[in-house]
């Protein structure tokens, strides 16, 4: 179905994400051959993560053709205002059957995500937001501890230190999930107390960034590269805790 050409940045970021997981969801399930983009064993792409980008990039220059583009499966266009588009993250989860993965869009300008969209298509959930203006649906969870606190994070071996796993230990359960700007989703639903990842991509990170902001909470970058998402009182403890503790400015 066409869609009409005035629609909002937020209307045209839940459009992208929903384009894609509905074309997605229509694979889930089937056989999906796979290659390896680097030496470790989650980190896949399949020819659904690169047909889901395309559906996603022609939409986005059909609703805005002057604006940039940076994807996952390798979309460039550089301009002022840019979409960061990860079209299917939780590739390993998505090919193997389990139904922890999801389309993200954001558009950013030069004072960070502007509106984002992340659309969970198994549970038919959309999680959209706008800087200044709030999301439907969100809002965080507010007075657990670390002690007491749900922590999702993503143990890649290649970025995550053992001190690292020992300060996220203490939280009362930790989950990695596989898909990043899902679980910074439920993060800003009140359904995840925190997310930790250190050097996640930046389709990783900004859509589900703006969610948990405009949901009450804060997401911030700590010196070494540590990005912390959730309320604010137990992102202030968890900075205290990991490796390079200074909060810089974050996009």
């Known amino acids: 179905m066409a869609l009409s050409l005035s629609l909002s940045d937020l209307e045209v970021a839940e459009a992208a994400a929903r384009r894609a997981g509905e ?37 986005l220059r059909e609703q805005r053709p002057s604006d940039g583009v940076l994807g996952e499966e390798g979309a460039r266009v550089t301009a002022a205002r840019t979409w960061v588009v990860d ?38 959930e959309l999680f959209s937001a706008q800087r200044g ?62 997310w930790v990842q250190r050097e996640p991509e930046p389709w990783d990170w900004l859509p589900g960034a703006l969610l948990v902001r405009e949901a009450g909470g804060r997401a911030e970058v700590l010196e070494g590269g540590w990005h912390l998402a959730g309320a604010p009182a137990l992102v202030e403890e968890l900075s205290m805790l990991l490796p390079g503790s200074g909060i810089r400015p974050s996009p």
């Open 133 to 194: 203006e709030g999301g439907p649906g969100l809002a965080i969870r507010r007075g657990r501890a670390m002690g007491e606190a749900l922590v999702a994070t993503f143990a890649d071996p290649r970025v995550m230190t053992p001190a690292a796993l020992l300060v996220l230990a203490e939280s009362a359960i930790l989950r990695t999930g596989g898909a990043g700007s899902l679980d910074l989703a439920w993060v800003a639903a009140g359904r995840l107390d925190a």
């Open 87 to 124: 079209a299917l993250d939780g590739t390993f989860n998505y090919v193997a059957g389990v139904p922890h993965w999801r389309a993200a869009v954001a558009l950013v300008d030069d004072e960070g995500p502007l509106v984002s969209a992340v659309f969970d298509p198994v549970a038919g």
């Open 23 to 59: 074309l997605l969801l229509a694979g889930f399930g089937s056989d999906h051959a796979v290659r390896r983009k680097s030496a470790a064993g989650a980190d896949v792409v399949s020819e659904a993560d690169r047909a889901a980008e395309r559906a996603v990039v022609a939409l």
